[in-house]
């Protein structure tokens, strides 16, 4: 029979990056789960206004997009920075587009 998990207790919350760490446990303490999420609410805004703001030129140094330490580790665990055409397709992809500070093609 499975145990309850207990209500998640944090253990760390950096309010610079957003990230918390969760911990749950079942109800005797033999079963563990460690849980990091990260508020990208301020990032996502940030990026909606420079896209916003933008005059749709690109030069040499465009900024293109902003995202956070859990997307961006989460990429670098797949090797997508290895391959500049797969982070370029990732870039252009719709439901990446929160990330971006500048539309239109990569």
Sequence with gaps: MAQS?????????????????????NADGTEFTLETRQDITELVEVNRRI?????????????????PLCVWWENKQKHLYDDNREHR?????PDQRVFRCKLGRV
């Design 5 to 25: 998990i207990t209500d998640p207790r944090i253990l760390d919350h950096d309010p610079a990056t957003g990230i918390t760490e969760y911990f749950y446990s």
């Design 89 to 93: 397709r990732w870039l252009n992809d």
């Design 51 to 67: 896209q916003n703001d933008s005059t749709g030129r690109w030069g040499e140094m465009a900024h293109i997009a902003s995202y």
